[in-house]
């Protein structure tokens, strides 16, 4: 670390939870993002402050005026242009010494096979079931652990999911790859614009505990926000001894 970042990660420095060791932790790490939107806009600018060494951030989707009731990597003046880019300038306004990688493409199970296994952790900020599904797929495959966050209208839930840890569900565990789900977008339902923000920020926060290795992740709990009581409830989640995805892969794995 030279003498700008111990200036610039002071504040992370002084904790003892954090400390040099930590921090440097942070700047070796990778973190993929998928999703520019509302949830990935503050988990990456949260994530390109705190000194995350690598980014990678996926979208296939250009920034709308609709976006920016919520979606705070973006301005006005970058209406149009890859959601991707637009958060790459964000993170660069703030920290540019952080390496982002832009991927203007769907997040498809062959890329995501790619761009997990180089991950140090991973965050779902998507809003798309087959994309949540495949996410998680390909965290189990390389064992690496998901960060899960979602919102719609006043209502929030985060939680991990760490493939490391033989107790810890997948999101296949909660939600199964077979069932039939009908999808609820912003577009029609809405969403309450500050939500994104709080509910990305822990994204944020989980990810650099993983990655410093600091106290206890959300993993085997499931974190929901009623934002109009502005009141949380925990739902303990466990690993489902019939799941497809995780219990198939263990068992590949120790034959």
């Not at 832009?102 to 079931?129: F, G, H, K, S, W």
């Not at 069932?179 to 609820?184: D, R, Y």
């Not at 949380?232 to 995805?245: A, F, G, Y």
Request: glycine share 6%.
């Amino acid at each position: 670390m030279n003498d700008d970042q111990l200036l610039r990660y002071s504040r992370h420095i002084l904790l003892d939870e954090v400390g040099i060791e930590g921090q440097q932790a942070i700047l070796d790490a990778h973190v993929l993002i998928i999703g520019a939107g509302g949830l990935g806009s503050p988990a990456a600018l949260y994530l390109a402050a705190s000194g995350v060494g690598q980014i990678t951030i996926v979208d296939h989707d250009q920034v709308d005026m609709t976006n920016l009731q919520r979606q705070i990597a973006h301005t006005t003046d970058r209406v149009g242009q890859p959601k991707v880019q637009s958060a790459a300038q964000a993170m660069h306004a703030i920290n540019p010494d952080v390496q982002v990688r832009c991927i203007q493409e769907r997040a498809t199970p062959e890329l995501l096979d790619q761009l997990v296994a180089q991950a140090t952790v991973v965050l779902d900020c998507c809003d798309n079931y087959q994309t949540r599904q495949a996410v998680n797929a390909a965290c189990v495959r390389h064992r690496v652990p998901l960060v899960a966050g979602a919102i719609i209208r006043f209502d929030g839930q985060i939680t991990v999911f760490d493939p490391r840890q033989t107790t810890s569900p997948c999101y296949a565990c909660l939600f199964s790859p077979d069932e039939s789900f009908e999808e609820v977008q912003c577009s029609t339902m809405g969403v309450f614009a500050p939500l994104v923000g709080i509910i990305g920020c822990m994204q944020a926060a989980e990810s650099l505990k993983i990655i410093a290795n600091i106290g206890n992740s959300l993993a085997g709990k499931l974190l929901m926000l009623d934002g109009k009581s502005m009141e949380w409830s925990v739902m303990k989640t466990s690993r489902n001894s019939d799941c497809l995805v995780c219990n198939t892969h263990s068992m590949h794995l120790h034959k």
